[in-house]
């Protein structure tokens, strides 16, 4: 199947820094990639819909000006997460659309200290 | 958006067959039925995609009756590798909908 790269697996940062994920679609153009968050032992949460070269759609709740999401090419959109704060730590997750089915990065871990 | 119900978890033998059960009883004329795989600290990894009737593939087999309110992912004889979370989705994969995930299914694979 399709493959969707997603980097870092893993980060951890100190409260107050930014910390960038970037979501790659490796063999496929994606104009839409979809990110998320998890955290233990629930399921995933829409944040927002990132449409390539537009403003992502954020879903209720989410704070735009926190979670930075940028989508410069049809190959790659990042996440930004600004001034992160313990309660940012988490899993989150992209995902992009082809051939009618829907593909996942592998997540990052989050971990704000 | 389809709403989706799954029983909250499910244990099994090796060597069973798995079936869980998924309600979407508000299910569009456009969607579809797609079925998802996550292990601990992994994004979700494609199952299974079906419209109507039955669908099988090399991991697992989609059955939807004609009313399209439910499917069932069946799951030919487990390993203690299923263990995992199974997630169905439903939605216009055409027009690439926005993905609502419901609490999922735990299945747990015991020896």
């Known amino acids: 199947g399709a493959v969707v790269s997603q980097h870092p697996s893993r980060v951890i940062c100190k409260s107050g820094t930014s910390v960038k994920i970037e979501c790659r679609s490796l063999?496929?153009?994606?104009?839409?990639m979809f990110w998320y968050r998890q955290f233990p032992k629930q399921s995933l949460m829409l944040m927002a819909t990132?449409?390539?070269?537009?403003?992502?759609?954020?879903e209720q709740g989410v704070e735009k000006d926190k979670f930075l999401i940028n989508h410069a090419s049809l190959t790659l959109s990042t996440l930004t997460v600004t001034s992160a704060h313990p309660e940012d730590s988490s899993f989150y997750i992209c995902?992009?659309?082809?051939?009618?089915?829907?593909?996942f990065g592998s997540g990052t871990q989050l971990s704000v200290l | 958006l389809a709403k989706t119900t799954q029983p909250i978890s499910m244990d099994s033998y090796e060597g069973q067959e798995v079936n869980i059960t998924c309600s979407h009883n508000?299910?569009?004329?456009?969607?579809?039925i797609t079925w998802y795989q996550q292990f601990p600290s992994q994004g979700p990894r494609f199952i299974i995609q079906?419209?109507?009737t039955k669908v099988t593939n090399e991991v697992a087999s989609l059955f939807i009756p004609a009313d399209r309110k439910s499917s069932t992912l069946s799951l030919p004889r487990v390993s203690l590798s299923d263990t995992a979370v199974y997630y169905c989705?439903?939605?216009?994969?055409?027009?690439?909908?926005?993905?609502?995930f419901g609490a999922g299914t735990r299945l747990f694979v015991k020896a």
């Open positions: 063999d496929f153009q994606a104009t839409t």
């Open positions: 079906g419209y109507k």
């Open positions: 508000n299910i569009a004329t456009n969607d579809y």
């Open positions: 995902s992009a659309y082809t051939d009618e089915k829907l593909f």
């Open positions: 989705l439903v939605g216009d994969v055409t027009g690439g909908f926005k993905t609502i």
């Open positions: 990132s449409n390539e070269g537009s403003k992502a759609t954020y």
